[in-house]
Structure formats: C-alpha cells, structure tokens
C-alpha cells in the first residue's frame, strides 16, 4: 500500500484497508506547489518558503461499517465514512507549511549555525481515547481507529557544523566533519486526552514537544580512500538511543563499497504493530524507536559509480 505506511500494522490487519487518492481532504488531482526564496543578509544566509501540498505522513479513515467489529474494529468512530477497506482507507491529507531557515558563520566558536522555523497548519494524526489499548465494549481495537484530528504545528531545528582536527589524536588524514542538531515538534492548542498517535498501531501516545537530538563525526583516511563516519542519537521525549558507525571504503573513481552498523538500544520494546492489551509491561508505551529494539541490523552495499 501507498508510502509503506501498513508496513508498520501487522500483517492480518492491512488487507482491511484500503488506499483513497481521491479522498476530500486529499485528491491527487488537486493542484499543489510551493515557493522559496533564499538571500544573504550581512554574514547571514536565509530562505523563506511556502508550501501547500499532501503531507508525507498518511492517516487512516476509519470505515463507517465494519463486519470484524467485535474483533478489530470500532464503534461509532469520529469521522467515519464508506470506504474501499473494512477497517478503512490510507489517505494523505493536504496541508499548508511556511518557514523560513537561518545559517552563518562565527568566529568565535570558529563553527556554522543554523536553525530552520516551520509551521504547518492541517497535521494529520490518528487518535485513541479509550484507554491505553483502546478497549471497547467489543474486546479491542487497533490504536488509533477512533479516528483522525488535524492540528497545526511548530517545527524546529538547531545545528552547529564544525571541522574538528583529530589528525595527531587518531591519525586522520585531514580535519573531520562534526554536526550536532536537536529537533523538536511543539503540538499547537495540544490536549493530551485526544490521545495522538505518531502512526496508527503505535503504542505511545503524542506529547505536546517532541525532541530528539542527533550528532554525526564523519573522518578521512589515506587521503579520503578509507572514510569512517558515527552517528549517533537520542530521543528526548520518549527515551531511546541509536548508534550508528559506518565505513566507506573508496576503489578507484566507479567502485564504492560500504558497512554500516545499525544499533538502537535504551527504549522500550515494541516489536509488532499494535498491542491486544496483554503484552509484557516494558512493551507498553513504546514510540518510533521501540519498534527498532532488539532488531538491530548490519548492511553491506558495493557501489558502482557510471
């Protein structure tokens, strides 16, 4: 289905849903477009952009009929309507997004900062408000299948970019690249009884900030044919951390060949896509990195450049 969105619900669950590109609050048919502007102003780059468009997070649309009502489904679900699935239809909602980013140059701590602004009017989430596992008088249903709320919000990015010269400490051929960048999604006129969701079939409910911050050191061996590079960070809100090391090896100008560890640790596991209300304790409450815990994974690309 569209963008890979059911991939995060269990597989007895996504041939109930269906996919509605025409659906009143997103029909692909509908025009979209944007507009940016970038300028310098003294030692300061700037841009300032709009965009009227469909959002990259899909929301669910519960069906106003569901024959698996007393299995999966819901009752009188807020903003339910006749769909192609009967559990309901994958839609993209348009919405509305204008910012405007910041960056230079100080001397003083010899390093770039930037911080980008965004707001958004028409986020869409799906939403549960029967308890911590959407118990019903019918057993129970999948989260977020009461339905779909649209909220605006204000987005925020800090980084600072700076070359750090590691070259006598671990021998590297030239300074190194280092990034550290915190982001946060503040939920406008935010009620925590509407019970968002990120996703639907996510276990955690949304809080009104949402941060996770970020750092990334990327180094160069043997004149950049061997390029190490760790990135590495943490979930603020929900708890959770990932670290991720990697090494490029360069043949040549065509063939590149690269290994990359990726490890998530330190959140609470959630390895399928909803929860029936009898999971273990540790698995209640989990957001976007529980679903990595205990699936760390290595990979391996060779690359031919043309």
Known sequence: L???FPGTLPIPVRPYLGVNYHHKKGDIDDWTGGIRWNGLAGNINYGI????????????VPARFNPAQNYLGTVNADGAEDTKGSLGDVIYPKLTIAGFTLNGYSETFDAVFST??????????????????????????????DGYKQKNTWSSMFR????????????????????VQ???????????????????GMNSKLKENNSIITFILAMNYKNDRINPT????H????????FIPSVEFVFGDNWRLKAEADIF?????????????????QDRGASLLGYFQNNDQFVLRLTRQF
């Open 182 to 200: 915190v982001f946060n999604t503040h939920i406008l006129n935010f009620d925590k009884d509407e019970g968002l969701l990120s996703l639907i």
């Open 265 to 281: 640790f330190g959140a609470k596991s959630r390895p399928q896509g909803f929860d029936l209300g009898q999971g273990n304790a």
């Open 2 to 4: 569209a963008g890979g």
């Open 235 to 242: 979930d603020i809100t929900y708890g959770g951390s990932f």
């Open 160 to 179: 600072m970019d700076k070359t750090v010269n590691l070259q006598k400490l671990i021998g590297t051929s030239r300074p190194s690249f280092a990034s």
């Open 116 to 145: 980008e602004q965004v707001y958004t009017k028409g986020v869409a989430y799906n939403y549960t408000v029967a308890g911590p596992f959407n118990q019903t008088s019918n057993g129970f249903a999948i989260l977020g299948l």
């Open 49 to 60: 952009a709009l965009f009227n468009g469909f959002g990259g997070n899909p929301v669910v």
């Open 230 to 233: 760790i990135a590495m960070g």
